[in-house]
């Protein structure tokens, strides 16, 4: 049988890094889980056995460690494009990815004050962020992913399509909750030291926003980025409706002014979007 490799990319996944800045007072902390893909000219390593052009992953993992000890990785952007030319050097690699968890820790707060030294995890919120190289140069994407959101009022969703399978009804006052994924893909150039400032105006739009619809909200959290940030060309927002329904009482003989629900978590509505410039 006539076969032919028509593409592949090897690296080594999940690579914990946590550095703790010691010549700072208070101490700072960054907690990453780092992914190492490449491709290239690697079809003999996969059809002969040859190594010969086969970087190791173990070295990969290496690689990450030793240029994580002189890099002060205050933008986890700036050190996945230091790794990505890195191994874009290397022989018989054409494409370099290298992808990027950072996992968020808050100060403790005793005493009325933040802990010089000790931190918090409130939640599953992180930031990502994606660097590609190639030929052509790098690429970068960052952004937040289980951003969870929710407000109790200025949410509303009527004048939907009806068939002959609709049983929803109209509302103009439900709560609306989500947990925000967000990429957004940075110009040449772009300032990586105001990544917070987008998380703040995608959180605050949510609060703000006079919701017609998740789409409506949705739309309008990209559009706050895109106007704040001139180093933002896109911004993909991907975000879960996390049902809460009204919970019928008149069988147990009660009213429900709209103040209690079951929130629900299967099924749920995913509404997705790419706003560009």
């Known amino acids: ?130 660097v590609t190289r190639d030929s052509n140069g790098a690429e970068v994407i960052s952004g937040v992913e289980e951003l969870v959101v929710l407000k109790t009022t200025d949410s509303a969703f009527s004048g939907f399509t009806r068939d002959a399978f609709t049983t929803l009804p109209d509302t103009d006052d439900r709560i609306l909750a989500t947990a925000v994924t967000a990429l957004w893909r940075y110009r040449q150039g772009a300032d990586f030291s105001k990544r917070r400032l987008i998380r703040q105006l995608l959180v605050e739009t949510f609060a703000d926003h006079q919701s017609r619809s998740v789409q409506h909200t949705l739309y309008a959290m990209a559009e706050a980025v895109l106007d704040a940030r001139p180093d933002v060309k896109e911004i993909t927002i991907k975000m879960p409706n996390r049902h809460h329904l009204l919970v019928d009482l008149k069988p147990l003989g009660l009213d429900n002014p709209n103040e209690i629900f079951v929130a629900t978590d299967q099924p749920y509505g995913l509404i997705e979007a790419t706003v560009s410039r």
């Open 1 to 130: 049988m006539l076969s032919e490799l028509t593409w592949n990319r090897y690296g080594k996944s999940r690579v914990r890094l946590v550095k703790v800045r010691r010549d700072r007072d208070p101490h700072e902390l960054v907690d990453l889980s780092i992914d190492v893909q490449l491709e290239g000219d690697f079809e003999a390593v996969y059809t002969d056995g040859d190594n010969r052009a086969c970087l190791a992953t173990d070295t990969m993992k290496n690689t990450v460690y030793a240029l994580a000890r002189h890099d002060p990785l205050h933008h986890v952007e700036s050190f996945a494009l230091k790794l990505a030319d890195h191994f874009a050097s290397k022989l018989a690699v054409s494409r370099v990815r290298i992808s990027a968890i950072e996992y968020r820790w808050d100060r403790i707060t005793a005493a009325g004050r933040p802990h010089p030294h000790a931190f918090i995890q409130n939640g599953p919120e992180h930031w990502t962020t994606v």
